[in-house]
Every structure is written in structure tokens, then in C-alpha cells.
């Protein structure tokens, strides 16, 4: 007789897999893709395969772990690439008796070991990607370290023997199913136990009748035939978002974990994955909105769910008016799914429709709010926790305070919007969450402080709202204020997270008449406080916009001497010191934000002393084309005396004359061609410099990966390399293995690199390729500032020249412009004049308009202008990446002779091209017959087919060139920071 299901809420996860893969084996439970690439497609995996899974990695756990003492559930840790290993490891860990920690690769080290003793944790689960993450923890901690099998090896097809789980509802619904922890926004992680029960909980909402005519919002995710779920599976909402489906019987599909999210990522997994609806964090969402191709595809599917931040009315309004089904999702750690219902109403898409009586909700007026805001309070209804998943995680309670607030729809009854948080908590507008008690308190204790109050929900970084014992009352005063305090905010700032630092301009103060509102054991009312200072807060950040910040010192302009003597005497009080007139700023280590507050500072001592220069005049590329205290009192003295056109054609002529005189110096002594055999096209070993920035971390992180790579050899400017790639890979969402990485301390701009000669000679035996992407990230410095790193180009091309094989070196530019960024453009024809003295294979990847090159060499003509895109735009680093790749050789064999030329990208950093084509033009003589609008150059660029390609190396990227330039210019795209 075939065994029945239990009833709705006794089911239990183990046993529902077991079941479902015994009736529907080869039914699809999820889809994993097949590669890192979405155009490869999903495999779908049955109930059968998930099942076989679960009991291979269960039999594992017991084998090597032990059998695990009854009812005690030992905790075993896991951390991996964010892939299906984690669906199969919560649950094998369940059928072994044990429970699993799951813990963020976010965490700091002592977060993590936090956990571990909280949790009486000793032995953790990895995977390959996060060897090199797990190693200090097992320094610190006496732990067993175990290596999971891939996730191919986890899903062999191969029968193995059942492990069972014979528990019933009853004995297990208080057992742990897994723990996951706190965000540690308050201080250290805290572990969270969810039990079995919880999941009960959802699944008994399959016998909730309709609301308002709706059905529960679960029954309608039923409805959809594959749904995309790019969450993070070691987070609650990864956890209930896949597990509590499982009730319901929806498959998904999971995302690539080695692929950055992107809106263009979006727009390739609905290509290519069969879903028919997806969940997308707001940002992502909004990106799309701006894509009339997108917004098409988004109508297609059979709806788009929603979550984790609020979406822009504007944006919401906007796609449900192009017919999009939009779904605002919500949920907890703490309350996990609420009892929700489908809005089949677009108009009020922001609007959660809650059954309050299933939730338990009191919905309790909060003070200090309008009267139509709300805190929700929830309230047990029965003994047992029933649908209220809250009180399997709060058994002890009989109520539970959310600190949520909603807004009440005036008209539309059961209809809430969230409003925010009642408590401590800021939430910016890019999704990070800040607890500014610690901060808050810290400024309390300053003798001149009554109470401080960091603000900023929905801005892009916080503020601080201070109360004085002795309030200001004027300007001077207030400038005084900060002053005093600033020193301890600073100290402050630098034990705080980056995203909850404030800056100076980001400070005010109450006003005598106008205290903070306090309770009655004198703690400031946090909400009543910001309500109070709206406008002041709202003026507050739109100064910060036009940040100009109050001198320290007064300028002396009554002549270049006097000037030079004010301007290091204002650096020395920003803390830049031992300068010297000719010192190079950026050179001493000045930062591209301290050149926004030195604009700043230097118009306000200007202002101060009766003179006022715009931004028009006194810009950042004021400090980055005059980079020494002496160039920037000169160029100041003449902005000031009005010969300021003749200082900036000087300066210009300065540029193009150390750009000249850095040329004859670096392209001296090249050795002559000799005939050497080419590199190897498999088992490459590539040198990689500049491994840790964005773009470096994924060309590091596509290395690896690519099957025609052995070893990748990074040169580091640090000598902690290592620990700062983990960093770097973590940073950007990346599980990187770095068992073939080697990390050497180089200093690239000294002869042989800067490494020790015994290593220099085993790299020139050894190597095959080189990526140069280790240059500076400001990429406004002029060309002096920039030596070392052209000294740089020159020591590699050497290097490339005295290797054992025909090594291409590919210099990954950033920036090409004839004024104000040609530091790299001598990199380039350092490159260029090695290539031709000693054939050196050379390929320069440039992320702006680089169409020089074809211009040059085969068209005769230059553009004058790029069309919608003379203002340049992002292109997605991945992308970017792979471009290096398949110029390099590396993705896939090219002959070595065709790794030479000038490669087009999309720049990030913006700048006008109208504005240098006149000096670009002047660079190359006649070489440049004319100038001619854009689209004429890309018909002359396409009917040149015919012509050699190896002097016309943009025609190779002529349908990339034209697909990026109509993405660019239709779409906005934000990337989150």
C-alpha cells in the first residue's frame, strides 16, 4: 500500500523529499545552471536525484563525523560557493542527526568565531572556493575542516543507500532544522535556531480560505512553472524562500555562483533558464525599468516578484502601467513568511494585503508617527504556535514586538505598507543597515555634548544631528562646534563600518528653541527627533551636494610666494605633512576624496579672503593637473589675476611636454626581435598585476576558472596579497580557489620587478601571458604623478622581452586622452615602440573610445564626436574582464602575432570626447586627415572590411562597439557600491 502524505502542517522536509521522490522521482524539484555562463542553460534535478543527494552527503557526514548522540544535534558548520551543496547539506545534515551552522562569507573572523563557540561548533564543511577563508579560523580555533565533493559529484546519478528519518511531526517540530545568525549590525552574530516547525507553519496555509477574493500569496507562486531565485542560500531568505516552496510544489531555478547580479545578467537567465517569473532586489529592478527591451521581457512572465527594499513609487508605477504583474514580497528571520495575500490590483502594488487574525497582529499606534503609522506587535493566539512560525523561534513569549512599522490604507481595508523601523536601526538607501548607538554614545560622552543622533533612512550615507549643552547660535559658532568635535567623530569613524562613516560637512546642530523630544528616563526620541529637524536634515544633505566646507586657513593671494605658504599650510592641517613646495601630492598619498575637500577648503579660504572662484575654476582637475603645491598656487594666482585660459594652455603644453620627455626616456635601449617559440595555448601560466581592484578580482576570478589555465601569478604592490585578494573576492560576491594563485610582492616600478632574482628567472621560464591591470584608480593624475607606474609598462615589456617565450603583454587601460589622462597613453606607446624594435606581442584593452588605433593606422579619419555616448558609461566588469581574456589568448588560442593593437571598451570613468579630440588629432599629424561625426566613422570603420586586420584592430569589435554605444545610450545603469 503506498504511504499517504500526512496532512498540511506535519509534514516535515526530510520526509516530504523522501516521499515526493518515491511517487514523482523524476518530477523537477530546482534547476542548477550548467556552467557560469547563462547562455549554457539549467540542468534540472528530480525529487529522485535531490534525494540521493541528501542521502550521499548524510552517509558522508556519518562516516566522517561519527553517529551523533540522540536528541543532542551536534552543530556542524558549512560555507561554500552559493549553490545547491547547501539545499543538500541542511538536509543531509537533519538525516545524520546533527544541525547545520550556516554563516556568511561577510562575516569578520571574530563574527565567525563568535558563532562557532555560541554554537559549540567543531568541525566546519567547505568547499574548495574558501579554503584560503577558512585557513585563519582553524588557526584560531580548534575545529576539523572538511572538503565537500563538488556539486557534480554531490548530484552523480548513482544510487547510493538510503539514509531515513523516521521522526513524526510531533517528536521533531521542535528539533533544529539548521541555525542561521544575525547580521551583527548591533555588534557580533548571534546564532538563530529555526526549527522544523516552522516550515509547518507556511505549510499550513494552504487550508486559508480566500481574502478580498485573493488567494494566499504561496498558492499563487504555485502557478508559476520555474521561478528564479538568485538569493543567498546561506541568509534566511534563501533558506524559506527554497525550502518553504517545497510544500507548495514550485520549482526554481538557482543562479550561477561565480557571476556577478547585473540587470544585463537578469536579461541572459530568462533567456536561457525557462522561468517564467523571478524575485529581483529593488535596484536591479529599477535598472530595468529604464530598458524598453527589458521592461518587454519582465511583461512576458507570469509575474515579478520583489523585496528586501522599498521600490521607488515611480518605478513601480511605471512598470505596472506597462502591463507588468508586480509582487511586493515580505517576510523575516524572525516572523519568516506573513500570512500575505496576491494583489490582483496593480494600482496599490506597494500595498501588502495581511490577514491580521492569522499573523496574530496588533497593529499599536507609534508615537511620535502620523496617525496612520503603525507598529506591528504580534500576539499569540493558542498555546501551540500554529501559523505564528514567530513562537517556534520565541517559544517563551506570548508577544513579540516586530519594531516594524506600516502605514494603514485609508480606504482599502487589510492593505499595509511598511514604513520602516522603530527602532535604532538606519537603513540607507543602498540596502545597508547601520545601529548608531555605539556612535551616538561615544559623542555623549564629549563635556560639550548633550546628545547626538545619527540620521539618514534612505540617504546614501548618514548624518549627524548633535545637541550642544551651550547651543550655537550663528554660523561662526556652529563652525566652532564642529571644529571641537570633529577630532573625536574622526576617531569615532574609524572604528565604525565604512558605510556608517559621517563626514564633516554631514554635521548640524539643534537649535535652542527646538530640544530633542525626550522620554521620561531622558533618552532622546529617536523618529520625534528627525521629524522635528526634517527641513534642517533635508537642507543638510542637499549642501552636501555642493560641498564647500569652511576654511582653515585664510588665503594670502598677494602673490604666488604667499599663496604657496597658505596652501601647505592648509594641507599640513588636513593631515597631509613632511610636503614640500615640489612635493607630488599623490605621490605623498593623497586620495581622490581628499581632493574634493581640498577644492572645497581652498574656495573657502579664498571666499574668506574676498575672493570668489566658482567650481567652473577651481575643480578637481585644478589639483590633478597641478599635482604640487607650487603648480596649484600658480594655477590659482592666475585663475585669481585673470590669466587663467594662458595658464591652462600652459599647463596643457606642460602635459604634452612631459609625456614627450617620458617617452624618450622609457623607449631607450629596446632590445632587437629575437625568434622565440610562442606560448603555451593550455596550461597557461599568466602573471596578473592588480589582482585585488574590482576588475582585477574577476579577470583573477575567470583565470582560475578557465580550463586553459594552470597558474596564475599575481604581483602585488602589498605584502599582504593574499589576505587582501580574500578580501577583495569576498567583497565583490566572488568564491574564488586560490590553491593556483601564487602571490609575490613585486614592485613594478624598479628593474626585474622589484622580486628577488632567483624568482625573476624561474617567472621567465615559466610564463606565458601578462595582465597589466595595476594602475592607479585615479584616473585624473597628470602625467608626472603617473611615472612610477609608466616605469612600470617598460619593466614588464622587459620582462616580456627576456622570457623564455613569445609573451604577450596585455595593458588593461583605463583611460586615453590627450590632456589631463595621458600617463597611460605612454604606457601604450611604450608598448608600441617595444613591439616594434623587438616584436613584442602587445594588446591594449581601453575602456574608453580607444578607436584611435584604427584611425590611425587604416581610416585616416577621427571622429569628432561618438554620438549619444560622448558622455561615457558603465559596461559590466565582468564583461570587461572577459573582453581581456579573448584579447589576451587566454579564453580561447589565437595566433600570438594578432595579440597587438588598440582594443574599444566602455570607460567608467566619464569625460567628453569633444573636448580632446583637437589634441588627439594634433598628436598624430597627418596621420589624421580629418574629422568627421560619428557615424560617418563607423561606416568608414565597416566598409574597411577588407583591409588588414592587424593595423585596423577596432573592426574586430564592430558589432560589440555597436551593440555597447545603443546599450549605453538608451539605458542607465547603477551598480550598487
Request: charged fraction near 20%; aromatic fraction near 8%; proline fraction near 6%.
Amino acid at each position: 500500500m503506498e504511504e499517504a502524505s500526512p496532512p498540511y502542517g506535519e509534514r516535515l522536509i526530510p520526509r516530504l523529499i523522501d516521499f515526493n521522490a518515491k511517487t514523482t522521482p523524476t518530477k523537477e524539484c530546482f534547476s542548477v545552471p550548467r556552467t557560469n555562463s547563462a547562455k549554457h542553460g539549467w540542468r534540472q534535478v528530480s525529487w529522485s536525484q535531490y534525494a540521493n543527494a541528501i542521502n550521499r552527503v548524510a552517509a558522508s557526514i556519518l562516516q566522517t563525523c561519527g553517529p551523533a548522540p540522540a536528541e543532542a544535534f551536534p552543530t556542524i558548520a558549512y560555507i561554500g560557493a552559493n549553490d545547491a551543496r547547501y539545499l543538500v547539506f541542511v538536509v543531509a545534515a537533519v538525516k545524520a542527526g546533527y544541525k547545520a551552522l550556516l554563516i556568511s562569507p561577510r562575516n569578520s573572523q571574530e563574527g565567525q568565531l563568535n558563532l562557532f563557540g555560541l554554537t559549540d561548533c567543531h568541525i566546519i564543511y567547505h568547499d574548495t572556493f574558501v579554503v584560503s577563508m577558512v585557513k585563519p579560523w582553524l588557526e584560531k580555533r580548534a575545529m576539523k575542516a572538511v572538503v565537500i565533493d563538488s556539486l557534480d559529484a554531490c548530484l552523480d546519478d548513482e544510487p547510493v543507500p538510503h539514509v531515513a528519518f523516521d521522526y513524526t511531526s510531533a517528536e521533531a517540530r521542535w528539533a533544529p532544522f539548521a541555525v542561521l545568525h544575525t547580521s551583527g549590525s548591533t555588534g557580533l552574530p548571534k546564532p538563530v535556531t529555526v526549527r522544523h516547525g516552522v516550515f509547518g507553519s507556511s505549510d499550513l496555509f494552504h487550508n486559508l480560505p480566500r481574502l478580498q477574493g485573493s488567494h494566499i500569496f504561496l498558492r499563487e507562486y504555485s502557478e508559476s512553472k520555474r521561478s528564479f531565485l538568485p538569493l543567498p542560500l546561506f541568509h534566511a531568505s534563501g533558506l524559506y524562500g527554497f525550502f518553504g516552496g517545497l510544500f507548495w510544489d514550485f520549482a526554481v531555478a538557482l543562479p550561477m555562483p561565480m557571476a556577478m547580479f547585473t540587470a544585463d545578467l537578469v536579461l541572459e537567465i530568462l533567456s536561457h533558464s525557462g522561468c517564467d517569473s523571478i524575485f529581483l532586489p529593488p535596484s536591479i529592478l529599477e535598472d530595468l525599468s529604464n530598458r524598453p527591451e527589458a521592461v518587454a521581457v519582465l511583461k512576458s512572465l507570469k509575474f515579478v516578484d520583489f523585496g528586501g527594499g522599498n521600490l521607488a513609487p515611480n518605478v513601480g508605477n511605471k512598470l505596472v502601467d506597462n502591463g507588468i504583474v508586480l509582487h511586493n514580497a515580505i517576510g523575516s528571520t524572525e516572523v519568516t513568511a506573513f500570512p500575505y495575500y496576491w494583489q490582483t490590483n496593480m494600482k496599490l502594488w506597494d500595498w501588502h494585503m495581511i490577514n491580521s487574525d492569522v499573523l496574530g497582529a496588533d497593529w499599536t499606534k507609534a508615537e511620535g508617527e502620523d496617525d496612520d503609522v503603525y507598529e506591528l506587535v504580534i500576539r499569540r493566539q493558542d498555546k501551540e504556535p500554529g501559523m505564528q512560525g514567530i513562537f517556534y523561534h520565541m517559544p517563551d513569549l506570548d508577544e513579540f514586538s516586530t519594531r516594524d512599522l506600516f502605514k494603514k490604507h485609508p480606504t482599502e481595508p487589510n492593505h499595509w505598507r511598511y514604513h520602516g523601523r522603530i527602532d535604532n536601526t538606519v537603513v540607507l538607501s543602498n540596502g545597508e543597515k547601520l545601529n548608531p548607538v555605539s556612535f551616538e554614545e561615544t559623542l555623549a560622552g564629549h563635556p560639550a555634548v548633550k546628545a547626538a543622533l545619527v540620521v539618514g533612512s534612505m540617504r546614501f550615507q548618514p548624518a549627524l544631528l548633535i545637541e550642544l549643552v551651550t547651543p550655537p547660535a550663528s554660523e561662526a559658532e556652529e563652525r566652532a562646534a564642529v571644529d571641537e568635535v570633529w577630532p573625536l567623530v574622526a576617531r569615532v569613524n574609524k572604528s565604525t563600518v565604512a558605510h556608517g562613516r559621517v563626514s564633516r560637512h554631514l554635521i548640524a546642530f539643534a537649535k535652542a528653541d527646538r530640544p530633542f523630544p525626550r522620554l521620561d528616563k531622558d533618552a532622546v526620541r529617536r523618529n520625534e527627533a528627525a521629524k522635528l529637524y526634517e527641513e534642517e536634515i533635508d537642507e543638510l544633505y542637499q549642501r552636501a551636494a555642493q560641498f564647500a566646507p569652511s576654511p582653515n586657513v585664510k588665503m594670502d593671494t598677494s602673490s604666488p610666494e604667499a599663496l604657496l605658504n597658505s596652501i601647505l599650510a592648509l594641507l599640513g592641517g588636513m593631515g597631509i605633512v613632511s610636503l614640500e613646495a615640489d612635493s607630488d601630492l599623490f605621490m605623498s598619498g593623497v586620495d581622490s576624496l581628499q581632493v574634493l575637500d581640498i577644492c572645497g577648503l581652498l574656495r573657502g579660504g579664498l571666499k574668506a579672503a574676498g575672493i570668489e572662484v566658482g567650481p567652473e575654476l577651481l575643480a578637481p582637475s585644478s589639483v590633478y593637473n597641478n599635482p604640487s603645491p607650487r603648480r596649484l598656487a600658480d594655477h590659482l594666482h592666475a585663475v585669481i589675476s585673470g590669466t587663467g585660459e594662458e595658464e591652462e594652455s600652459s599647463s596643457r603644453r606642460n602635459q604634452f611636454g612631459t609625456m614627450e620627455a617620458f617617452l624618450a626616456k622609457y623607449t631607450t635601449h629596446v632590445p632587437p626581435k629575437k625568434r622565440k617559440p610562442d606560448p603555451n595555448d593550455e596550461k597557461q601560466v599568466v602573471v596578473l598585476t592588480g589582482s585585488t581592484g574590482r576588475l582585477g578580482s574577476f579577470l583573477l576570478d575567470f583565470l582560475v576558472s578557465s580550463r586553459n589555465v594552470k597558474k596564475v601569478i599575481c604581483l602585488n604592490r602589498a605584502t599582504d596579497g593574499q589576505a587582501r585578494q580574500l578580501a577583495a573576492l569576498t567583497s565583490h560576491g566572488l568564491f574564488t580557489n586560490l590553491e593556483s594563485v601564487e602571490f609575490l610582492h613585486a614592485h613594478l616600478s624598479k628593474s626585474e620587478l622589484g622580486i628577488d632574482g632567483t624568482v625573476y628567472s624561474r617567472l621567465l621560464a615559466q610564463v606565458d601571458r601578462v595582465i597589466h591591470c595595476q594602475w592607479s584608480v585615479n584616473f585624473n593624475l597628470s602625467v608626472a604623478s603617473f611615472e612610477k607606474h609608466i616605469a612600470g609598462v617598460r619593466h614588464l615589456a622587459d620582462f616580456s622581452l627576456a622570457a623564455q617565450r613569445n609573451v604577450p603583454v596585455v595593458l588593461v587601460s583605463s583611460v586615453l586622452s590627450a590632456i589631463g589622462k595621458v600617463g597611460k597613453l605612454v604606457g601604450e606607446l611604450i608598448l608600441k615602440a617595444a613591439a616594434e624594435v623587438s616584436g613584442l606581442p602587445a594588446a591594449i584593452q581601453d575602456w574608453l573610445p580607444s578607436i584611435i588605433g584604427s584611425s590611425v593606422q587604416t581610416l585616416g579619419v577621427l571622429p569628432r564626436d561618438l554620438g549619444v555616448m560622448n558622455g561615457i558609461r558603465w559596461l559590466p566588469v565582468d564583461r570587461v574582464a572577459r573582453l581581456v581574456l579573448d584579447v589576451a589568448g587566454i579564453s580561447e588560442p589565437i595566433p600570438v602575432a594578432r595579440i597587438t593593437g588598440c582594443f574599444y571598451g566602455i570607460n567608467p570613468h566619464k569625460t567628453l570626447w569633444g573636448d580632446v579630440v583637437p589634441e588627439v588629432a594634433a598628436l598624430y599629424g597627418d596621420k589624421i586627415g580629418e574629422l568627421v561625426d560619428w557615424e560617418t566613422w563607423l561606416g568608414v570603420l565597416e566598409d574597411s572590411s577588407a583591409k588588414d586586420l592587424d593595423k585596423n584592430p577596432a573592426l574586430k569589435l564592430l558589432g560589440f562597439l555597436k551593440h555597447s554605444m545603443v546599450e549605453a545610450g538608451m539605458w542607465r545603469i547603477n551598480w550598487p557600491p
